[in-house]
Each structure stands twice: as structure tokens, then as C-alpha cells.
């Protein structure tokens, strides 16, 4: 049996008589496998609902009788976006993003927050997730297991008889390295085992293996730190209280930081402020119900022009139908418009945030993590974007039948009586210009290559660490 082996095994026998060490790993193990089964059957509930549900608002949007074409324009319709496989381990910015938006003429709604119910269901696991633990309980862990590996040698006289009997301080450090590895590769499996289910429903088997091996590497980045602050710090109280610093430093102190200096750096107005601009802007556009607005007055002149005829009475198509199609254009250009800068925004402040993984690989295995998901910003804009196709679409084809399917004269004297109103309704069938929306998360290939600044990161990481214990192990002296 190798040195490495030996020296290794000594170190589980020494941590498994530990009371401390075992409770430590047990806690552990413990809510990682509980936060991992609420967490897999909450998104599983969230999934099958939010597809049911955008089944049901397709079926319902299909179901609506003879009307107006524009109050079906404000009927609307839901667009949902429901957790990729991969968010029962990493849900990401869901939580706060919100996952359903409700489309309509002439506005651009909010995504809408998630059910409170989710919360209130898990209790104090609410706040935790699979991939919370491995982000900031697996580094403590590592650091109770390995703050004193060669200090113990040293209080108790063993180091000296190891290197007097010729044993180096690279095979030493080499042992316990071993050690502290076989402790990550155990608690790599849960994580193996979540990706498996997650490909098992559909995920990318390339985006899986690249979530386990961003973990992998964040964690023995961390168990190289900790191993070098044992080879170089020769209290055990000091080398303890560096760490727990360092990582109260890298998981707590720079994300909130980050979090700070990203929003004062790229300043992205609030909804408020923004929408008060955007409606003044609005005002300029014209009001799209009234057909008589002065704003469209170039329009107006234009179609009887083309059309050959005086007035709009003697059109072929409907005006006010018209001006709906030619309103909701311009709105949607100047929505998009103010959208995109929004969004543009967000990206730049997300940006800067992962550059902030370089003072520490909690944000950086984090941003990989979110990214590779599918749960990250990039991806909820995208949906944000898709959704408003989606929207723009079938209320311009609803508008194209207001132009084509109903008599201006019917239209304008709609709310004369009830008999009117009935008359100025076209028939149901217009309604299945509504296409089938189904949100699926980028491909494994895009979010591998949005991810390769962060990974890029946690192996900076990981070969500074190695390389500073590589070091320190040259120099291990008594």
C-alpha cells in the first residue's frame, strides 16, 4: 500500500473518532439529502402545474366566443416558463425573476413572482437549495476536517519522525490531500445522482457533466486552501479563525459587495421611473382607440390615398382596425425599446458580478452553476423576449382581423344598442391565430460557452491554490 494511502486512511480513522467531525458530516448529509428531495418535488410540482397551465390558457383563449376582435386583444393570454430539469438542483433566479406573464394590447406586463405557497411549504428550507449547500456548508465542512491536518502531526511530535524516516513533505502533504479529495468525491455523488435525474427528464448530459465538474472543482479549490493554511499556519486556533475568515470573506462578505458596488456601478432606473418616461414618450405616439387622433391624421392620409377614396366610410377594409395594426406597431417598437435597455442593464450589472468570482469562487461556481441550469438572468430575458413575440404576434393578426372581418360602419355604432353590439362581433374562429408556446432553456453549448468566464475563474482558482500547497509542501519543516 502506498505512503499517500496509508496517510489518508490514518486521517478517517483519526476524523470517524471525532465527535465533532462526524456530527459536522452528518448534519450535512442530513440536509443536503432532505433540501434535495423538497426541492426535487416542488419543482416537479411547479413543472407539471405550469404546463397544465399554459395548456389550459391556450384551450380557454381557443374556447372564447363570438366578439369584438379588440376585446380579445384584451382578453389576453399567459405565457409560462416552467423549471428546466436542472432547477432541482439550481433554481437560480427564479425565485425572484417570477416565471408567468400575462399578455395583452398595448402593454408590456411584468413577469410575475412566484406562488408564496412554495415558501410556506418547506419552512425553513425555503431559503435552502441543493446547490446552496454545496456553495457554502461543503467549504466549512472541508475546513473542520482539514484546518489541523499537519499541525496535529506537529503537537504531537509524529511530523518529525515522519520526515526523520524519509518521508517528504510533497508525499505527506500528498496523503493528506488524498484524504480531504476522497471526502469530496463522496459528497460528489448526491450531485451525480441529481444530474443523472435531471438528464433522465430531458436534460443535456453535456450540461449535467459540466454542473458536476464546476462543483468538483470549486470544492477542491477549497480543500487546497485549507490544506495549504495547514502546512503554513502553525496554531491551530489561528489556522481555524483564518479560514472561517476566508470564507466568511468569499461566501458572505464579497456577494454582498458585488451585489452593491454592480448596481451603483451600472444604475438601472426603477419600474416607476422608467415608466413615467416611457409614458411620456407614449403620449406622442397617439391614443390607438381613437381613430380620430391628430397623431394619425399622415396615416389616415396615406391609406384613403392608396385606397382611392375620400373618406373612411368608403374604405374596403376598417379603419379603426387599422389604426389598432398601425398603434400597436409604433407602441410595441417604443416598449421593446425601453425593454432592451432595461434588460441590457441587468446584463451589464450581472457582468460585472461575476468578474467579483476572481475575490472569490463562491460567486464565480455560483454564476456557472446558475448559467449552465438554465436558471440564469440570460435565460429569463430570453423568456421575457419570447413571450412578447408571442404577444405582439397574436394581437397583430387579432387587429388584421379587426381590418378584415368587420364593417367599419357595424364597428363604429357597436355601443348604439344591444343589438348593434351583437353585430359587431366576427366569428370565433379568428381566435386560433394563437401559436403554441412551450419555453425551453438554451441549448447545453450556449449555456457551456455563457459559463466560461466563471469556470475559467474556479480553475484560476483551483491551480493557484494547488500551486500555493505544491509550494508549501516543499517547505514542510518541523
Known sequence: MSTAIRIAREEWRLW??????????????????????????????????????????????FAQPDRHPHRMVHYGHYAFRP??????FEPGVDA??????????????????ADTKAAADLGGFASLTPASLYQLLLPLLLIVLGHAMFLRERETGTLAVLLAQGTSGTRLTLGKATALLSVIAIFMIPLALIAAYSVA??????????LVAGYFVYLCAWGALVLAASILIRQRAVSLGALVFIWLFAALIVPRFAINVSSAAID???????????????????????????AFEQLQAQVLEQYGVETVEELPINWRGVVATYSETELTDLLNRFAENRMALEAGQSRLFDLFGLLSPTIAVASSSRTLAG????????????????????????NQAHVTDLDYTLDINRNKDTAAAEAARI???????????????????ERLSRAGLPLGILLLWLGLSSGIVVWAARRVRI
Request: aromatic share 6%; hydrophobic share 45%.
Open 201 to 210: 427528464l430531458g436534460e443535456s448530459a453535456l450540461a449535467a457533466a459540466s
Open 96 to 113: 425572484v425573476t417570477g416565471q408567468s406573464i400575462f399578455l395583452e394590447g398595448h402593454r408590456q406586463n411584468s413577469a410575475m413572482f
Open 268 to 294: 438601472a432606473p426603477g419600474k416607476i421611473e422608467s415608466d413615467l418616461v416611457m409614458l411620456a414618450e407614449q403620449r406622442k405616439l397617439g391614443d390607438g382607440h381613437n381613430a380620430a387622433d391628430p
Open 375 to 398: 436558471t440564469d438572468l440570460a435565460t429569463h430575458h430570453r423568456f421575457l423576449r419570447e413571450a412578447e413575440v408571442l404577444r405582439f404576434d397574436f394581437v397583430q393578426a387579432l
Open 83 to 88: 423549471p428546466p430539469p436542472l432547477a432541482v
Open 427 to 445: 366569428n370565433a374562429e379568428s381566435w386560433q391565430v394563437l401559436d403554441e408556446f412551450r419555453f425551453q432553456p438554451d441549448n447545453a453549448n
Open 16 to 61: 470517524l473518532r471525532s465527535k465533532v467531525v462526524v456530527a459536522a458530516a452528518l448534519t450535512i448529509a442530513v440536509l443536503l439529502a432532505a433540501t434535495s428531495v423538497l426541492t426535487i418535488n416542488r419543482i416537479a410540482d411547479e413543472q407539471s402545474q405550469r404546463m397544465e397551465q399554459q395548456v389550459a390558457a391556450e384551450e380557454t383563449f
